[in-house]
């Protein structure tokens, strides 16, 4: 294990999601950790979970338990708030004649796959096919729901580069909506997309699709690696780790994995993902599982570091000046952008937003 793994593995916060009952012996400070890690990782409603299936939250001393008990209401509140506006947006879609997929944090919460207990999702990820897309705006305008990226680069950056239109939020109620045609992006050198995800996915009620169990896993990790912004990074390995200990047991499903990674052509992606998981939260792989990906995807050299650096730029309980955690999130924060797109539009995409920075936190001050 790493020294960035081994540092992570023994924060609060790691060791009450691994082993709930190891929070008994928790000191104060220790409890002040767990909660302001769990909170800026988007985890604390996870752990409330773990706590109230294990030893109770009874057992947790008053101050603390009263932030768990608040995170596990939001969640809560969360899910409801989720559940009404994706059966909105489901209304204003039905003219297309077309099933939504549901993607990530709300393919886990409304499809009740494992991560969902203790899940906080920020906003509503759809799958649709490209040629409704258009469409599908208009439909969605004339619900109230406005681009939330209005200047004219965002727009060129999303409509042409990425494998979704801008962000959408409600004029009203202020919730964000992401449209996706694809699960990565076609200038993407992690991974591509097959075309086939919404024609595997599986039925969830109330009128949506998830992917198929294996397209989440290898979602899952394409999304991890290549997105730029890790503060959450760790929420996204616990999904990753809930989904692969409920699933990757099950006749069949380790070779429809490595046949999708491979399909994605995301065993990089998906050896890196894996390994992170099974580094901190102890992960369970199949024998041969990750030896395999990371030979297919000639990433056994670059695990080493990768691995590591997103480890440390995961880490919630410290803040960013802390042993190189700053350094860390900056590093993956080039290397996912640098594996979306091509330096031709990279660097003048970097330099856009360099620019533009002083005058958004101008105008937020």
Known sequence: MSGAASALAATPLVRALRSPEAAAGFRPAEWELAVRAGRR???LAALAH?????????????????HLEAALRLAGHQARALRHEAMVVRGALAPLGVEPVLLKGAAYVLGGLPPAPGRLVADLDLLLPRACLPEAERLLFRQGWLTAEPHPYDQRYYREWM????PLRHARRGTLLD????????????????????ARAVRAGEGFRVPAREDLLVHAALHRLGDGEHERALRDLWDLDRMVRAWLGEAGLREALEARAAAFRAERALAYALGAARAVFGTPLPEGLLARLEARGRCRLGARVVVPLLLRAADPARPPAWRGVGA?????????????????LLIPHLLRKARRR????GAAA
């Open 41 to 43: 990782a988007a985890l």
């Open 50 to 66: 773990r706590l109230a299936r294990g030893p109770g939250l009874g057992t947790v001393p008053a101050g603390p338990r009263r």
């Open 163 to 166: 494998h979704e239109i801008p």
């Open 179 to 198: 449209l996706h045609h694809a699960l990565v992006p076609p200038t993407s050198r992690l991974g591509c997309d097959p075309g086939d995800v919404g």
């Open 328 to 344: 860390a999130r900056w590093l993956m924060y080039v290397r996912g952008h640098w594996t979306r797109m091509p330096l031709r």
């Open 358 to 361: 002083p005058a958004r936190a």
